[in-house]
């Protein structure tokens, strides 16, 4: 028969299956014993009834109960495996029957006589006798018959041992699979073929459907056609049945949904389940489209209110913050109205808008007891196990929500709850006064399960039982038993559950099949909304057409994602009469209608994010593949994902909650740390169009992840200062700037070239702008340092086209950026991380882009673009050639630093190191030598060249003359401090001697001193050159920018990075002390006038300025001013070093006259380390004790 005849005939409802007697699992009168099956499984031929799938759970049951699990666990039966085996047994039978009816009526009776011919009768009968005898009937089995009399008994019309007959061979083909092999037990043949002649019978029987008519698409004999699916498929048996589904396609006709629920089955055994929404995916053409049941997919964003894009969400876990805040503020606080007026003051100075309060609902009594019983006896509820919709009483109730509503709201805070859709507690009073309106059972789905436990029920009317081995954690059950009391009814009604983890045991999973539970929900969710500005809906996703009836009601082929609820399905026909419409659409125009300030925000994965914003018109949606893939630094998929949404629909983008942890997440410390790696993802939470959402604890660095059953914290810590202070620099500034970052119409993406041409996945680099405000934001999230430019936009979809197409735009950096394409523009911006200033040329942005250099986890948030125009000197294109990109702390100070470029060239001339070691060189040497004349030449030059381009000084020649020859008379007298002295008295050579010896050692014998006072005498200079006359003159060094030019030229002596700022200041205290210094030196001669008293007034008037101060590292302890004693002593020597210079260099002679003078200024200066220890290094102490020694 030709393949098409047989697929015509096969489906023809002309041809039924044979009449005769039902075909079910045979089962051995051995495996029957053993497990003690029940009666009722069995059917009149006593072959067990698998079709059932409670009944199959029994049978898998009974043999399990029979094997050692603990020891041996891949022995379990698995209940789906079991089904299938018996639905490929019955589909082998109506193959059978449809042989006969098609292809060879009666081949049975043909085959019994071909037996008897050729293998004898007796044989035959005997062989049949032994087969009922090891798989009895159920007449035979329960002794209402003998087999000899069942033999020649008929049903239905057919002859009993023309059905054992092929019961026999249906045994035989059974026991050649090897997918049937785990249960072998059941029906072995081994015995019968022992005992008998079965093997001879069956070689027979193959041989004689070999000479029969082919049947079925490969026109096979009966035999090889019944044996394809298992040598096809010979270790699967839901291989063998799509092999079966695909092979012989019509008999889905009759199989079609059974075939599918058992595949279903065999899911629901293999499926493994892990905690959270899965792996994050990337958006694509295709996900970004995905969610509707039936595939279509309105546009139908619901319109935000001028509020909600700016929204700034912050977490907190209720019962948990309230002790957080009771230790933080030193006093008791414990509900809503407590939570002090400061804290929302600071949660607003950091730009918080929005407090989502988690865990504010009345909790299920039974989920605490549940809670306790599993180890924590402080336990609380869950905070999504809900009794009802009402404000805990020990929160404070309504009152308190109102009084922090009202608080909260005066500093532009509004409040988000929680709303739980998809579930209520397990004991709520829906569940005691409408259990209907859950999904449940008459009968317990798994034959193990067992409810001998404590009643959990909070309500005298029913009883609730969890599942035995959920407190012992070895079973987590999808139901819990329920029971009236008043009647006696029992439910096994289901726990929530949305089928990626274990079930949520102290919940009972609503049925929004109903329409009085849609509408009941509906009118909780008005009352929320009512309540709280702000509604999140958890697990929203669950709850779309598509995945309730995937989840609770699966068409068949597409269950097994909830243990048991294969085969409790319903068609799609069936599923769209009795939920005909998204429940999600119908809340969004409800409360859009009746409260319409509210802003509705979905939790939702499963890639049906798009979905629940752009045709459910939620107003934002969860992100979760921004947390996984910034964590993982996965940064292509993150880039590509936004493209694709950029190329999709740009309006999905603002619509997305981006996060870097859930309640259900592990903490933003433990993904993210508290250092660059985290700064890079919040950078992005805080400035991608979106809603940034904060965790508990998140902003303070806290370590511990929050159980939705915490009262308190069960960890004492404290809030990173430093971290928030870090906050406070990178991130708060953005957050109260959203309207920069949260807007659409002007968000580019870019791709990072680097210099090979290559894009860079790991730098995520963006731009936006809002009225006249624009940003560039560029991130790099990965561990390596990279350098290229931005310059292209990616794809974005723009204005709708006829017909309702998108064009595809691009734009360049600098049309991104709204700039003038024009020459002679410039662009000056700076970067909110780093606190540096760039320019640019605006034509270098629109031809070249922005050349950038990314060291690990860096980020840069330029902001403040501001254009300029060019002046006529072209000082703006100087400036910025002069840059060469590079940022600055400020561009008006490198305007001045590029114009002051000669003077500290010549400046580091002067200083530079060899420079300096010829100098010294020279001074410690013979006088007169050759090298001496070529130095002092060359110094002379270096000076005028310094003085010519010192800004503010005498320009004239006489002038320039006069300064030079001033630092040279100078120079020379240091150098005569070497020269040995002749013709005083003894007393005078005495202190002159000393003094000298004192100054000798500081310069001669210390290099780095030596250069520094040299380094200290050109700056002198440069200062005191100065026309204009200033109360101090060390304020020219920031006019002229002579600190940064001085720290370069100490380091580049190889001075240690940590004595460059100590040295810099005794350059400053040289030039801004030196003239009281000289007045000083100047009056020690008046009458009248107490040396020792004078000096000790010069040191502490120098002890109150700022340079002193930050040299000697003066700190605040317990109410005293403390200095340090190393600091102290460098600083003692230098200040010695300059008095006795100002001594010296008015000429040997004026030194030799005041050599007494001299002497008793070195010896104050040496006794005062002993004035310093006496007073502890207390600034104050010391300041007393230095004036109650100078006046003795």
Same mark, same amino acid.
């Given at each position: 028969?030709?393949?098409?005849?047989?697929?015509?005939?096969?489906?023809?409802?002309?041809?039924?299956?044979?009449?005769?007697?039902?075909?079910?699992?045979?089962?051995?009168?051995?495996?029957?014993?053993?497990?003690?099956?029940?009666?009722?499984?069995?059917?009149?031929?006593?072959?067990?009834?698998?079709?059932?799938?409670?009944?199959?759970?029994?049978?898998?049951?009974?043999?399990?109960?029979?094997?050692?699990?603990?020891?041996?666990?891949?022995?379990?039966?698995?209940?789906?495996?079991?089904?299938?085996?018996?639905?490929?047994?019955?589909?082998?039978?109506?193959?059978?029957?449809?042989?006969?009816?098609?292809?060879?009526?009666?081949?049975?009776?043909?085959?019994?006589?071909?037996?008897?011919?050729?293998?004898?009768?007796?044989?035959?009968?005997?062989?049949?006798?032994?087969?009922?005898?090891?798989?009895?009937?159920?007449?035979?089995?329960?002794?209402?018959?003998?087999?000899?009399?069942?033999?020649?008994?008929?049903?239905?019309?057919?002859?009993?041992?023309?059905?054992?007959?092929?019961?026999?061979?249906?045994?035989?083909?059974?026991?050649?699979?090897?997918?049937?092999?785990?249960?072998?037990?059941?029906?072995?043949?081994?015995?019968?073929?022992?005992?008998?002649?079965?093997?001879?019978?069956?070689?027979?029987?193959?041989?004689?459907?070999?000479?029969?008519?082919?049947?079925?698409?490969?026109?096979?004999?009966?035999?090889?056609?019944?044996?394809?699916?298992?040598?096809?498929?010979?270790?699967?048996?839901?291989?063998?049945?799509?092999?079966?589904?695909?092979?012989?396609?019509?008999?889905?006709?009759?199989?079609?949904?059974?075939?599918?629920?058992?595949?279903?089955?065999?899911?629901?055994?293999?499926?493994?389940?892990?905690?959270?929404?899965?792996?994050?995916?990337?958006?694509?053409?295709?996900?970004?489209?995905?969610?509707?049941?039936? #595939?279509?997919?309105?546009?139908?964003?619901?319109?935000?209110?001028?509020?909600?894009?700016?929204?700034?969400?912050?977490?907190?876990?209720?019962?948990?913050?309230?002790?957080?805040?009771?230790?933080?503020?030193?006093?008791?606080?414990?509900?809503?109205?407590?939570?002090?007026?400061?804290?929302?003051?600071?949660?607003?100075?950091?730009?918080?808008?929005?407090?989502?309060?988690?865990?504010?609902?009345?909790?299920?009594?039974?989920?605490?007891?549940?809670?306790?019983?599993?180890?924590?006896?402080?336990?609380?509820?869950?905070?999504?196990?809900?009794?009802?919709?009402?404000?805990?009483?020990?929160?404070?109730?309504?009152?308190?929500?109102?009084?922090?509503?009202?608080?909260?709201?005066?500093?532009?805070?509004?409040?988000?709850?929680?709303?739980?859709?998809?579930?209520?507690?397990?004991?709520?009073?829906?569940?005691?006064?409408?259990?209907?309106?859950?999904?449940?059972?008459?009968?317990?789905?798994?034959?193990?399960?067992?409810?001998?436990?404590?009643?959990?029920?909070?309500?005298?009317?029913?009883?609730?039982?969890?599942?035995?081995?959920?407190?012992?954690?070895?079973?987590?059950?999808?139901?819990?038993?329920?029971?009236?009391?008043?009647?006696?009814?029992?439910?096994?009604?289901?726990?929530?559950?949305?089928?990626?983890?274990?079930?949520?045991?102290?919940?009972?999973?609503?049925?929004?099949?109903?329409?009085?539970?849609?509408?009941?929900?509906?009118?909780?969710?008005?009352?929320?909304?009512?309540? $709280?500005?702000?509604?999140?809906?958890?697990?929203?996703?669950?709850?779309?057409?598509?995945?309730?009836?995937?989840?609770?009601?699966?068409?068949?082929?597409?269950?097994?994602?909830?243990?048991?609820?294969?085969?409790?399905?319903?068609?799609?026909?069936?599923?769209?009469?009795?939920?005909?419409?998204?429940?999600?659409?119908?809340?969004?125009?409800?409360?859009?209608?009746?409260?319409?300030?509210?802003?509705?925000?979905?939790?939702?994965?499963?890639?049906?994010?798009?979905?629940?914003?752009?045709?459910?018109?939620?107003?934002?949606?969860?992100?979760?593949?921004?947390?996984?893939?910034?964590?993982?630094?996965?940064?292509?998929? $993150?880039?590509?994902?936004?493209?694709?949404?950029?190329?999709?629909?740009?309006?999905?983008?603002?619509?997305?909650?981006?996060?870097?942890?859930?309640?259900?997440?592990?903490?933003?410390?433990?993904?993210? #740390?508290?250092?660059?790696?985290?700064?890079?993802?919040?950078?992005?939470?805080?400035?991608?169009?979106?809603?940034?959402?904060? #965790?508990?604890?998140?902003?303070?660095?806290?370590?511990?992840?929050?159980?939705?059953?915490?009262?308190?914290?069960?960890?004492?810590?404290?809030?990173?200062?430093?971290?928030?202070?870090?906050?406070?620099?990178?991130?708060?500034?953005?957050?109260?700037?959203? %309207?920069?970052?949260?807007?659409?119409?002007?968000?580019?993406?870019?791709? $990072?070239?680097?210099?090979?041409?290559?894009?860079?996945?790991?730098?995520?680099?963006?731009?936006?702008?809002?009225?006249?405000?624009?940003?560039?934001?560029?991130?790099?999230?990965?561990?390596?340092?990279?350098?290229?430019?931005?310059?292209?936009?990616?794809?974005?979809?723009?204005?709708?086209?006829?017909?309702?197409?998108?064009?595809?735009?691009?734009?360049?950096?600098?049309?991104?950026?709204?700039?003038?394409?024009?020459?002679?523009?410039?662009?000056?911006?700076?970067?909110?991380?780093?606190?540096?200033?760039?320019?640019?040329?605006?034509?270098?942005?629109?031809?070249?882009?922005?050349?950038?250099?990314?060291?690990?986890?860096?980020?840069?948030?330029?902001?403040?673009?501001?254009?300029?125009?060019?002046?006529?000197?072209?000082?703006?294109?100087?400036?910025?050639?002069?840059?060469?990109?590079?940022?600055?702390?400020?561009?008006?100070?490198?305007?001045?630093?590029?114009?002051?470029?000669?003077?500290?060239?010549?400046?580091?001339?002067?200083?530079?190191?060899?420079?300096?070691?010829?100098?010294?060189?020279?001074?410690?040497?013979?006088?007169?030598?050759?090298?001496?004349?070529?130095?002092?030449?060359?110094?002379?030059?270096?000076?005028?060249?310094?003085?010519?381009?010192?800004?503010?000084?005498?320009?004239?020649?006489?002038?320039?003359?006069?300064?030079?020859?001033?630092?040279?008379?100078?120079?020379?007298?240091?150098?005569?401090?070497?020269?040995?002295?002749?013709?005083?008295?003894?007393?005078?050579?005495?202190?002159?001697?000393?003094?000298?010896?004192?100054?000798?050692?500081?310069?001669?014998?210390?290099?780095?001193?030596?250069?520094?006072?040299?380094?200290?005498?050109?700056?002198?200079?440069?200062?005191?050159?100065?026309?204009?006359?200033?109360?101090?003159?060390?304020?020219?060094?920031?006019?002229?920018?002579?600190?940064?030019?001085?720290?370069?030229?100490?380091?580049?002596?190889?001075?240690?990075?940590?004595?460059?700022?100590?040295?810099?200041?005794?350059?400053?205290?040289?030039?801004?002390?030196?003239?009281?210094?000289?007045?000083?030196?100047?009056?020690?001669?008046?009458?009248?006038?107490?040396?020792?008293?004078?000096?000790?007034?010069?040191?502490?008037?120098?002890?109150?300025?700022?340079?002193?101060?930050?040299?000697?590292?003066?700190?605040?302890?317990?109410?005293?001013?403390?200095?340090?004693?190393?600091?102290?002593?460098?600083?003692?020597?230098?200040?010695?070093?300059?008095?006795?210079?100002?001594?010296?260099?008015?000429? %040997?002679?004026?030194?030799?006259?005041?050599?007494?003078?001299?002497?008793?200024?070195?010896?104050?200066?040496?006794?005062?380390?002993?004035?310093?220890?006496?007073?502890?290094?207390?600034?104050?102490? $010391?300041?007393?004790?230095?004036?109650?020694?100078?006046?003795?």
């Amino acid at each position: 028969m030709s393949f098409d005849i047989w697929l015509t005939k096969l489906g023809d409802s002309l041809c039924p299956q044979r009449p005769g007697p039902a075909k079910e699992f045979h089962v051995s009168r051995a495996s029957r014993r053993r497990f003690q099956f029940n009666q009722a499984l069995f059917s009149l031929s006593s072959n067990v009834i698998l079709a059932d799938y409670q009944a199959v759970r029994v049978v898998a049951q009974k043999m399990n109960e029979k094997r050692d699990l603990e020891r041996f666990p891949e022995k379990a039966v698995r209940a789906g495996s079991m089904n299938a085996m018996g639905l490929i047994d019955e589909i082998l039978h109506y193959v059978v029957s449809l042989y006969e009816a098609q292809a060879r009526p009666q081949v049975f009776k043909m085959l019994m006589a071909d037996l008897e011919k050729n293998l004898g009768a007796n044989i035959v009968r005997k062989t049949l006798i032994r087969f009922c005898t090891e798989f009895p009937p159920q007449a035979v089995y329960q002794e209402q018959v003998s087999v000899e009399e069942y033999m020649l008994g008929t049903s239905k019309g057919i002859f009993n041992r023309e059905t054992v007959l092929e019961e026999m061979l249906l045994l035989w083909l059974e026991n050649l699979n090897p997918a049937f092999s785990p249960f072998r037990e059941l029906f072995d043949d081994s015995g019968l073929a022992q005992e008998s002649d079965y093997q001879r019978l069956m070689a027979q029987a193959k041989e004689f459907f070999s000479s029969m008519p082919p049947f079925g698409p490969d026109g096979q004999n009966l035999v090889a056609m019944l044996r394809s699916p298992a040598l096809a498929y010979p270790e699967s048996l839901s291989g063998q049945l799509r092999y079966i589904k695909e092979k012989w396609g019509l008999l889905l006709d009759r199989y079609a949904d059974r075939l599918l629920c058992s595949l279903d089955l065999i899911k629901e055994d293999e499926k493994k389940y892990f905690p959270g929404p899965g792996p994050a995916a990337v958006f694509t053409a295709r996900t970004t489209g995905t969610g509707s049941a039936d #595939g279509e997919e309105v546009e139908r964003f619901s319109a935000d209110r001028e509020w909600m894009p700016r929204l700034v969400l912050l977490a907190k876990t209720v019962y948990v913050w309230l002790d957080q805040l009771s230790k933080k503020y030193g006093r008791p606080l414990a509900t809503l109205e407590q939570i002090p007026d400061e804290e929302l003051d600071q949660l607003a100075r950091w730009g918080i808008s929005g407090l989502w309060l988690i865990g504010v609902w009345e909790r299920s009594p039974a989920s605490r007891r549940i809670k306790q019983k599993c180890g924590n006896p402080e336990a609380m509820a869950s905070a999504y196990s809900l009794y009802r919709y009402e404000i805990a009483a020990d929160l404070g109730g309504d009152a308190a929500l109102q009084n922090l509503k009202q608080r909260a709201w005066a500093r532009g805070i509004r409040l988000a709850s929680d709303m739980v859709p998809n579930h209520m507690g397990i004991d709520s009073p829906w569940v005691s006064e409408h259990p209907d309106w859950f999904v449940s059972l008459d009968h317990s789905p798994f034959p193990a399960y067992s409810f001998s436990g404590e009643d959990i029920s909070s309500d005298p009317r029913t009883a609730i039982y969890l599942e035995d081995h959920y407190y012992d954690r070895s079973d987590a059950a999808v139901v819990f038993k329920w029971v009236d009391r008043r009647s006696g009814a029992v439910r096994y009604i289901y726990h929530g559950n949305d089928g990626t983890r274990m079930p949520w045991n102290d919940t009972a999973q609503l049925n929004y099949l109903r329409p009085d539970v849609r509408e009941a929900v509906m009118q909780t969710i008005l009352a929320v909304a009512r309540k $709280f500005p702000i509604i999140r809906f958890d697990a929203a996703m669950t709850l779309t057409r598509r995945h309730f009836q995937r989840l609770w009601f699966p068409r068949p082929g597409s269950g097994g994602d909830i243990p048991s609820r294969a085969g409790l399905g319903m068609t799609q026909e069936h599923f769209d009469e009795v939920l005909p419409a998204e429940f999600w659409r119908e809340v969004v125009d409800r409360v859009g209608a009746e409260i319409p300030d509210t802003l509705l925000l979905a939790e939702a994965f499963w890639l049906m994010e798009s979905y629940f914003v752009r045709s459910l018109g939620m107003h934002r949606v969860y992100n979760s593949a921004f947390m996984n893939f910034l964590k993982d630094e996965e940064n292509a998929k $993150f880039r590509t994902s936004l493209k694709n949404v950029l190329e999709f629909n740009p309006e999905i983008l603002k619509r997305f909650v981006n996060f870097m942890n859930n309640p259900d997440e592990e903490t933003a410390l433990a993904q993210f #740390g508290k250092d660059d790696k985290y700064f890079c993802a919040c950078t992005l939470m805080a400035a991608l169009p979106g809603l940034p959402m904060f #965790g508990h604890g998140q902003i303070e660095g806290f370590a511990e992840k929050y159980g939705m059953e915490y009262r308190r914290a069960y960890l004492d810590e404290h809030a990173d200062e430093d971290l928030i202070r870090r906050h406070e620099r990178q991130i708060f500034p953005l957050l109260r700037n959203r %309207a920069l970052f949260s807007g659409l119409s002007d968000f580019m993406l870019y791709d $990072f070239y680097q210099h090979g041409g290559v894009v860079d996945e790991n730098v995520i680099a963006f731009s936006n702008r809002h009225e006249s405000e624009r940003c560039l934001v560029v991130v790099h999230n990965r561990f390596a340092s990279t350098s290229g430019w931005i310059n292209m936009s990616a794809a974005f979809a723009g204005e709708d086209r006829p017909g309702g197409a998108r064009s595809l735009q691009r734009k360049n950096l600098g049309q991104g950026l709204g700039l003038r394409d024009q020459p002679g523009w410039f662009v000056v911006f700076h970067d909110l991380v780093s606190g540096l200033e760039y320019i640019r040329g605006n034509s270098d942005l629109f031809a070249q882009g922005l050349a950038i250099e990314l060291h690990a986890y860096q980020t840069h948030v330029f902001i403040d673009f501001r254009e300029m125009a060019e002046d006529t000197d072209g000082h703006l294109a100087r400036l910025a050639a002069y840059l060469q990109g590079r940022g600055v702390a400020s561009l008006e100070k490198a305007g001045r630093e590029m114009a002051l470029l000669p003077l500290h060239h010549a400046l580091r001339e002067l200083c530079h190191p060899e420079i300096l070691a010829r100098q010294l060189a020279v001074f410690h040497g013979r006088p007169g030598s050759k090298k001496e004349g070529e130095l002092w030449q060359e110094l002379e030059e270096k000076i005028k060249n310094l003085i010519s381009h010192a800004p503010g000084q005498d320009k004239s020649a006489a002038g320039n003359r006069k300064a030079v020859e001033m630092l040279i008379e100078e120079l020379f007298a240091l150098r005569t401090l070497f020269r040995p002295d002749k013709g005083h008295s003894k007393k005078a050579a005495d202190d002159v001697q000393t003094t000298k010896k004192y100054l000798q050692k500081q310069f001669r014998e210390n290099g780095e001193s030596a250069r520094l006072f040299l380094l200290g005498l050109y700056a002198r200079c440069l200062v005191e050159m100065d026309t204009e006359k200033r109360p101090d003159d060390r304020a020219l060094f920031d006019e002229w920018l002579l600190d940064t030019v001085i720290a370069d030229i100490i380091r580049g002596w190889g001075v240690v990075e940590n004595r460059i700022e100590p040295s810099l200041r005794m350059i400053r205290i040289a030039c801004g002390f030196i003239e009281r210094i000289r007045e000083n030196v100047a009056a020690e001669g008046e009458a009248g006038k107490s040396l020792a008293a004078d000096t000790g007034n010069l040191i502490k008037n120098m002890f109150r300025d700022s340079d002193v101060q930050t040299l000697l590292q003066v700190n605040s302890f317990q109410n005293d001013l403390y200095f340090s004693k190393e600091e102290f002593e460098s600083y003692r020597h230098w200040l010695t070093a300059l008095i006795l210079w100002e001594y010296f260099r008015q000429g %040997a002679a004026k030194f030799q006259e005041r050599g007494r003078s001299v002497a008793e200024t070195l010896n104050l200066m040496s006794y005062l380390p002993v004035l310093a220890a006496k007073a502890k290094y207390r600034l104050e102490i $010391f300041i007393e004790t230095l004036d109650q020694f100078t006046a003795k």
